[in-house]
């Protein structure tokens, strides 16, 4: 995210906290060796003399300084949507919160003529705040899709409706989230284009992923719509055996 950054002027770091998503990947990724603060800077201020560098292993931070803030609501949820190694508290799932669409085959969550969309937010380190997620997600409700109930996204709507995001979060700034829904194959079309118009609004990156249950052969309606629309794919995040449905 770019949030930890070194002034020249005094050679110290600081934490710009609004950019920060807590992902706690520099906390985990510190080194703990703990040592002496004065000793290294002494050491790399020498070394650099004959334009050497002293890089404990690893070095994000060699004396041990970063040290993880309690996070209360609303910011708690940065970390929820950031930090891989965290259990999402709607869904159970850990990091983003989201199984995405690839346990449809044990799920049926996608039916015969449906199909299911991910559009995701804000990778790779690039990061989204909830203001621009919620402005697709109400972008889209007006298209009459279905919000899947089971992503994390969709547990912060007060609205499923329209989309509408709780007010308390939409300045919180996260590593990335993913918006789940289905339309019937007829709509893909239309999708498609209030997302690539709604995109070009938003401070983010955007990627758009599409899926449908394929014929016994391997056909599939949704690769001549998508072909229909001057449309680029592959095809992907096919699994198989993950489960028996219950």
């Given at each position: 995210m770019g949030a930890i950054s070194i002034d020249a002027s005094t050679n110290r770091a600081s934490v710009n906290s609004d950019e920060c998503v807590e992902c706690y990947t520099c906390f985990r990724g510190m080194s703990m060796e703990k040592l002496n603060p004065s000793l290294v800077r002494g050491v790399r201020s020498f070394?650099?003399?004959f334009r050497l560098r002293f890089d404990?292993?690893?070095d994000v931070c060699p004396t041990s300084a970063i040290t993880p803030d309690e996070l209360s609501w609303p910011?708690?949820?940065r970390r929820a949507f950031s930090d891989p190694q965290v259990t999402h508290e709607s869904t159970g799932v850990h990091g983003r919160g989201t199984e995405e669409v690839k346990t449809n085959d044990v799920t049926n969550r996608v039916g015969i003529g449906e199909v299911g969309y991910v559009v995701e937010f804000g990778r790779p380190t690039v990061g989204v705040r909830f203001r621009d997620i919620e402005t697709?997600?109400?972008a889209l409700a007006k298209t009459g899709i279905a919000f899947e109930p089971n992503n994390p996204v969709t547990?912060?709507?007060?609205?499923?409706a329209t989309g509408k995001l709780r007010d308390d979060i939409l300045n919180e700034k996260i590593l990335s989230a993913i918006v789940e829904f289905k339309t019937s194959i007829n709509n893909v079309p239309a999708v498609l284009a209030r997302i690539d118009q709604v995109s070009k609004t938003l401070d983010t990156v955007?990627?758009?992923g599409v899926s449908t249950r394929c014929e016994q052969?391997?056909?599939s309606a949704l690769d001549e719509v998508l072909a229909g629309e001057g449309l680029s794919f592959v095809r992907g995040k096919t699994n198989l055996g993950l489960g028996h449905a219950s």
């Open positions: 070394l650099k003399l404990p292993e690893p910011r708690v949820v697709m997600a109400m547990h912060m709507m007060t609205d499923k955007v990627a758009v052969d391997g056909a």
